[in-house]
């Protein structure tokens, strides 16, 4: 069967061919005539010696499997061998940018900060620690908090040592129980769930922050 598309150009160069592959196009439909070019319409210089290729992908992503598919083919031509193969490649996930500072909050003062914080220290009895973004405390939270105060739900409120007076996410507001001030505390943090307050271990946040995504369609 005839394949009339173009979806691949071959082109000779000084020391071998260059493979030009649309990024456009199905990639099913692209391997498709790759297969059959090599296969039927370009027998002349595809056999005798060695052929050194390089194969450009244009601006199309693919994942390691597509990738192999597509060497698969072209191996199947004992005389090509496979130089280089030029595609995007996936954008490495970025790290939280947080802003990292440090010190003690005391009773009357109010630490205010654009974006997600990491502080160094602890928030006293009477003081408070307001942010657009998260808030990670690397200490004892026996203060207010307050995340998300531009209407960011997703925010959380996380600390070493978890007995604070009240607790803000968005528009939500939690004061905690009596017993918060008498208990054994860990490294815990605060969340929004169905619009509701909810406190959980550290070693759960990845849990909540994946069922979030799923759930916001991220």
Not at 5 to 33: A, P, R
Not at 204 to 217: L, Q, T, W
């Amino acid at each position: 069967m005839a394949v009339k598309s173009n979806h691949v150009t071959i082109k000779g160069i000084k020391d071998g061919l260059v493979f030009l592959l649309d990024d456009e196009c199905e990639y099913e439909e692209l391997l498709g005539e790759l297969r059959y070019k090599l296969e039927h319409s370009h027998q002349n210089i595809l056999t005798g010696p060695i052929i050194h290729v390089d194969v450009k992908m244009g601006s199309r992503r693919i994942t390691e499997d597509q990738k192999q598919s597509m060497l698969d083919i072209l191996k199947q031509k004992g005389n090509l061998l496979i130089r280089s193969v030029e595609f995007p490649e996936s954008e490495p996930e970025q790290a939280p940018a947080y802003t990292i500072m440090s010190g003690m909050v005391r009773s009357g003062q109010v630490l205010s900060h654009h974006g997600d914080l990491l502080f160094l220290g602890d928030v006293n009895p009477g003081g408070s620690i307001l942010c657009t973004g998260d808030i990670y405390i690397l200490g004892a939270l026996r203060g207010m908090a307050h995340a998300g105060f531009e209407g960011k739900e997703e925010a959380i409120i996380a600390a070493s040592h978890f007995a604070p007076t009240q607790l803000r996410i968005a528009e939500q507001i939690s004061r905690p129980p009596d017993e918060w001030e008498t208990r054994e505390t860990s490294m815990e943090f605060a969340f929004l769930q169905d619009g509701a307050m909810q406190i959980d271990k550290i070693s759960n946040i990845v849990r909540i922050r994946r069922d979030f995504n799923v759930f916001k369609g991220v």
